[in-house]
């Protein structure tokens, strides 16, 4: 086949795509779309509810990078923003490069990278907003992520190659198995001329067509000579757009799986979300988090900072919504064991700080005691 007879097959002889291709393609595209778009929205979402803590001797504070990763990385973008366009890059292209201009994080449409194997990589032709930078930027300059070895969106585009061929499929199928099937009985001694022939097409499209197609109330008018028949259907064997449903929940259960994201979740399911919420967080949320704060201790605080204990961290716990009265007999513990102190007990649900000494003390009850003590017979501490 030639490649004019090749596009050619695409169209009608009236010049428009076939109705086949544009199912086809809008099948492909809006299911890959859906099941994408929900895996990126859910993680973006999902990394917005983790606060970033940044630390200084070991102590939390409030400063300007605190406020840069919280509030507002540039002037264009608030961090929810910020955070959405980096999680669509670094799920969608595998890798999100992010940059420092003018004190402001902007995450980088496009970029070249060259790799060294002693020396710094270089960035080159970074765009950001469709405009292009014309530094060259080092590895110790920007903060580089890769989600995995291999680019994944990659994989899912090719399984979509063939199962998004096969829903359409389904699709056609199911509509030629609905479809309403007729007997036309015709009694007629008449001659068999080309002009009676191309009578009974003319009334094969006027009528017979007009009726079967219509989806509000239609009149077939009765003749003598002509006998319309509905036939029983026996090809559908109980198939349902269910069988379609099925399909695309498949893709959705590959996606879910490319992602490490429990398939529950990204269905909407409500059946043990604890449990698919826990490893949720643990395999896909927590190696993006982890990955945040290697990125930027090693490159904003560096190794002397850190060593100080100057450092920031993607606070998970946060993730999940519990009530408070839940909360209590834990909270209470954390505070008898001397783990926490009633300010971080605070902090702990999203309540500011008290400023009085006494809310950052620690105490422990008298119901603890050494284990040696216990032991020997020795009194409580």
Same mark, same amino acid.
């Given at each position: 086949?030639?490649?004019?007879?090749?596009?050619?097959?695409?169209?009608?002889?009236?010049?428009?795509? =076939?109705?086949?291709?544009?199912?086809?393609? *809008?099948?492909?595209?809006?299911?890959?779309?859906?099941?994408?778009?929900?895996?990126?929205?859910?993680?973006?979402?999902?990394?917005?509810?983790?606060?970033?803590?940044?630390?200084?001797?070991?102590?939390?504070?409030?400063?300007?990078?605190?406020?840069?990763?919280?509030?507002?990385?540039?002037?264009?973008?608030?961090?929810?923003?910020?955070?959405?366009?980096?999680?669509?890059?670094? !799920?969608?292209?595998?890798?999100?490069?992010?940059?420092? #201009? @003018?004190?402001?994080?902007?995450?980088?449409? +496009?970029?070249?990278?060259?790799?060294?194997?002693?020396?710094?990589?270089?960035?080159?032709? !970074?765009?950001?907003?469709?405009? #292009?930078?014309?530094? #060259?930027?080092?590895?110790?300059?920007?903060?580089?992520?890769?989600?995995?070895?291999?680019?994944?969106?990659?994989?899912?585009?090719?399984?979509? @190659? +063939?199962?998004?061929?096969?829903?359409?499929?389904?699709?056609?199928?199911?509509?030629?198995?609905? *479809?309403?099937?007729?007997?036309?009985?015709?009694?007629?001694?008449?001659?068999?001329?080309?002009?009676?022939?191309?009578?009974?097409?003319?009334?094969?499209?006027?009528?017979?067509?007009?009726? $079967?197609?219509?989806?509000?109330?239609?009149?077939?008018?009765?003749?003598?000579? !002509?006998?319309?028949?509905?036939?029983?259907?026996? =090809? @559908?064997?109980?198939?349902? =757009?269910?069988?379609?449903? *099925?399909?695309?929940?498949?893709?959705?259960?590959? !996606? =879910?799986?490319?992602?490490?994201?429990?398939?529950?979740?990204?269905?909407?399911?409500?059946?043990?979300?604890?449990? #698919?919420?826990?490893?949720?967080?643990?395999?896909?949320?927590?190696?993006?988090?982890?990955?945040?704060?290697?990125?930027?201790?090693?490159?904003?605080?560096?190794?002397?900072?850190?060593?100080?204990?100057?450092?920031?961290?993607?606070?998970?716990?946060?993730?999940?919504?519990?009530?408070?009265?839940?909360?209590?007999?834990?909270?209470?513990?954390?505070?008898?064991?001397?783990?926490?102190?009633? @300010?971080?007990?605070?902090?702990?649900?999203?309540?500011?700080?008290?400023?009085?000494?006494? *809310?950052?003390?620690?105490?422990?009850?008298?119901?603890?005691?050494?284990?040696?003590? $216990?032991?020997?017979?020795?009194?409580?501490?």
């Amino acid at each position: 086949m030639g490649l004019y007879s090749f596009f050619k097959s695409f169209f009608t002889p009236e010049g428009k795509l =076939s109705d086949t291709i544009v199912l086809d393609l *809008a099948v492909e595209y809006h299911v890959k779309c859906l099941a994408v778009q929900s895996s990126v929205n859910l993680i973006a979402n999902t990394l917005v509810r983790c606060p970033i803590r940044t630390y200084e001797n070991g102590k939390e504070i409030f400063g300007n990078n605190h406020y840069l990763l919280n509030v507002e990385p540039n002037q264009n973008q608030n961090a929810s923003q910020f955070f959405h366009e980096f999680v669509s890059k670094l !799920v969608l292209d595998n890798e999100c490069l992010v940059i420092m #201009q @003018n004190e402001q994080l902007y995450v980088a449409d +496009s970029f070249e990278r060259k790799e060294y194997a002693f020396y710094e990589n270089v960035y080159k032709n !970074v765009v950001v907003n469709d405009f #292009q930078l014309d530094k #060259q930027f080092k590895e110790s300059e920007v903060l580089y992520f890769e989600l995995n070895n291999k680019k994944i969106k990659n994989v899912i585009d090719d399984l979509y @190659n +063939s199962y998004g061929k096969l829903i359409t499929a389904a699709m056609n199928y199911y509509k030629r198995s609905n *479809a309403l099937r007729v007997k036309l009985k015709i009694e007629s001694s008449g001659p068999q001329t080309d002009e009676e022939q191309a009578n009974r097409e003319d009334m094969f499209n006027s009528q017979l067509k007009r009726f $079967l197609e219509a989806e509000g109330a239609a009149a077939w008018p009765e003749q003598d000579d !002509v006998t319309l028949e509905e036939l029983q259907n026996l =090809s @559908n064997s109980g198939r349902t =757009s269910r069988d379609i449903r *099925a399909l695309v929940d498949d893709i959705f259960d590959f !996606v =879910s799986t490319a992602f490490l994201i429990p398939k529950g979740l990204i269905k909407g399911d409500l059946a043990d979300v604890e449990g #698919q919420t826990d490893n949720y967080i643990m395999f896909c949320i927590a190696p993006i988090a982890s990955q945040i704060e290697d990125e930027a201790n090693r490159k904003i605080y560096k190794k002397d900072g850190y060593l100080k204990r100057n450092y920031l961290r993607v606070d998970t716990s946060m993730i999940k919504y519990t009530d408070i009265v839940k909360l209590a007999t834990a909270m209470d513990k954390l505070i008898s064991s001397g783990t926490h102190s009633a @300010n971080e007990n605070r902090m702990l649900i999203g309540k500011e700080p008290i400023n009085e000494d006494w *809310a950052n003390e620690h105490y422990i009850t008298k119901n603890y005691q050494k284990a040696e003590n $216990l032991f020997e017979g020795g009194e409580e501490v």
